[in-house]
């Protein structure tokens, strides 16, 4: 069966990085599209980047841009969030999940459980 499993959340400072994985199973990964999404506390799910590998392309949430970086490593099956320059905003639960079409945005599929990442002083 199809899974996602998260790794590399923690606790960092502001201004920091940490490098978020997702390891994929049960699909062919190389010819999926995959996203990050993320849940602060209290909060709803905010969308934080796609990648197309089968069209090369990625897509980043506004909040983000220029700090984060999707990538993939085939070889591996796995998904990766490089984040730099945290702020406390960007504490929340990550999850990563498989996008249903590999071409476009139509919605996901399959979550992992989510990686708490927590960015205080």
């Known amino acids: 069966e199809v899974q996602l499993v998260e790794s590399g959340g923690g606790l960092v400072q502001p201004g920091g990085s940490l490098r978020l994985s997702c390891a994929a199973s049960g699909f062919t990964f190389s010819s999926s599209a995959m996203s990050w999404v993320r849940q602060a506390p209290g909060k709803g799910l905010e969308w934080v980047s796609s990648i197309y590998s089968y069209i090369s392309n990625t897509y980043y949430a506004d909040s983000v841009k220029g700090r984060f970086t999707i990538s993939t490593d085939n070889a591996k099956n796995t998904l990766y969030l490089q984040m730099n320059s945290l702020k406390s905003e960007d504490t929340a639960v990550y999850y990563c999940?498989?996008?249903?079409?590999?071409?476009?945005?139509?919605?996901?599929?399959?979550w992992g459980k989510g990686t708490q990442v927590t960015v205080s002083p």
């Open positions: 999940a498989k996008e249903i079409g590999a071409l476009s945005h139509y919605g996901m599929d399959y």
